[in-house]
Nanobody, 121 residues
Framework: QVQLVESGGDLVQPGGSLRLSCAAS????????MSWYRQAPGKERELVAG????????TYADSVKGRFTISRDNSKNTVYLQMNSLKPEDTAVYYC??????????????WGQGTQVTVSS
């Protein structure tokens, strides 16, 4: 069964850094792109960053460009989100996402449990 397990969320001061991890299992990790989303209370979930299956191409929301870096280690079935220069507006639950395409055009949207990031003085 597909499983995404997130870790690394914490309370951090503005300007600080955190590294989130998402450990994946149950599918061929190296064959699929991965993404990080976040959702703050009262707001819609938004895409933060994405990375292609081999890690060659990345995409970021404008609000995090230059501060966040998504990466992956396919040998460890893990995707990371390095977050630097954190701002209070980065406070949210961060989710790992995988869209796994199967045979005959089928696809499944998988999410981690979420990890809380709180940026506050």
């Amino acid at each position: 069964q597909v499983q995404l397990v997130e870790s690394g969320g914490d309370l951090v001061q503005p300007g600080g850094s955190l590294r989130l991890s998402c450990a994946a299992s149950g599918f061929t990790f190296s064959s699929y792109a991965m993404s990080w989303y976040r959702q703050a209370p009262g707001k819609e979930r938004e895409l933060v960053a994405g990375i292609t299956s081999a890690g060659g191409t990345t995409t970021y929301a404008d609000s995090v460009k230059g501060r966040f870096t998504i990466s992956r280690d396919n040998s460890k079935n893990t995707v990371y989100l390095q977050m630097n220069s954190l701002k209070p507006e980065d406070t949210a639950v961060y989710y790992c996402n995988a869209v796994v395409y199967g045979i005959s055009g089928t696809w499944y949207d998988y999410w981690g449990q979420g990890t809380q990031v709180t940026v506050s003085s």
